[in-house]
């Protein structure tokens, strides 16, 4: 009896570990994540917005 209780309060230890431990890895994934995501965004939409003047300012050197 006291081996399973000692088994127990093991499982227990580590139920709680994995939950604060994926806990964590959600708050990571919502604070850290979307930053980096708007950040990727817009950069892209930057280099769009560039070769797209890129373009115009070529077609309008042309003509």
């Given at each position: 009896?006291?081996?399973?209780?000692?088994?127990?309060?093991?499982?227990?230890f580590d139920?709680?570990?994995?939950?604060?431990?994926?806990?964590?890895?959600?708050?990571?994934?919502?604070?850290?994540?979307?930053?980096?995501?708007?950040?990727?965004?817009?950069?892209?939409?930057?280099?769009?917005?560039?070769?797209?003047?890129?373009?115009?300012?070529?077609?309008?050197?042309?003509?």
């Open positions: 009896m006291q081996k399973k209780k000692k088994k127990k309060k093991n499982s227990i139920n709680l570990l994995k939950t604060i431990i994926e806990y964590s890895y959600q708050y990571i994934y919502n604070v850290m994540f979307p930053p980096f995501l708007m950040y990727y965004f817009y950069n892209n939409m930057i280099s769009i917005v560039i070769r797209t003047k890129h373009k115009l300012y070529k077609n309008i050197r042309n003509k």
